[in-house]
């Protein structure tokens, strides 16, 4: 399994409550990002790692989302306060490095109650 | 106007048919197009990734660039019923259209 692994697959929470989603990578992929996407639309462009830094973050809609990838492989979208605005599938995607196609996982699905 | 304009469909065709796909963008500083398959519950799946204007060809899939218009194009000959998935178009990898479903029927 060489592709990007997204955990948890689904996850369903109260309005109110912390979540974490996870992403590893594909190995040796220096460039990560992270999306949101609801149902019948494309893929929103929310942050993107070059290594350990955030590269751009311009994305991330308000100050309750976060993501940090301490060691530049494993990636966490931390979502505090949640609402149920925030419910939508959460797809991540790494590359060789920024300029080269981008490879996806399947997402979480993430349902906030 | 949105930076990617994509028809959602759905788009209905018979099995052999040639579909074409179309996304129109408004930034004319967009170099880097890409095609993405995506099936239900799925990641989506990179197809065709093209830079600046021109053709590029794989296997059954054409993608086509025409910058002047700021218009792409992918093309599936001979569709088959596997083919049924949505089809996402993205400008420089981070902005994508809303996708247009397909359906291909025996």
């Known amino acids: 399994g060489a592709g990007v692994s997204q955990t948890p697959s689904n996850k369903v929470t109260e309005k109110g409550k912390y979540v974490e989603l996870r992403c590893d990578p594909i190995?040796?992929?220096?460039?990560l990002y992270w999306y949101r996407q609801s149902l019948g639309q494309g893929p929103e462009f929310l942050i993107y790692?070059?290594?350990?830094?955030?590269?751009?973050d311009s994305g991330l809609p308000n100050d309750r989302f976060f993501a940090v990838r301490p060691e530049g492989s494993v990636s966490t979208l931390k979502i505090q306060r949640t609402e149920r605005g925030d419910s939508a599938v959460y797809l991540c995607?790494?590359?060789?490095?920024?300029?080269?196609?981008?490879?996806f996982g399947d997402g979480t699905r993430l349902s906030i109650l | 106007q949105k930076e990617v304009e994509q028809d959602p469909g759905p788009l209905s065709v018979p099995e052999g048919a040639i579909v074409s796909l179309n996304c129109t963008y408004s930034n004319s500083a967009f170099q880097y197009f890409m095609w993405y398959r995506q099936y239900s519950r799925k990641g989506p799946e990179l197809l065709m990734y093209t830079y600046s204007s021109g053709n590029k060809e794989d296997g059954r899939f054409t993608a086509q660039v025409d910058k002047s218009s700021k218009y792409i194009s992918l093309f599936i000959r001979d569709s088959q019923p596997s083919d049924s998935a949505t089809y996402l178009c993205?400008?420089?990898?981070?902005?994508f259209g809303t996708g247009t479903r397909l359906q291909v029927f025996p």
């Open positions: 995607a790494s590359s060789a490095d920024g300029n080269q196609p981008q490879h």
């Open positions: 790692f070059q290594g350990t830094g955030a590269a751009d």
């Open positions: 993205a400008m420089e990898g981070l902005i």
């Open positions: 190995s040796g992929h220096t460039a």
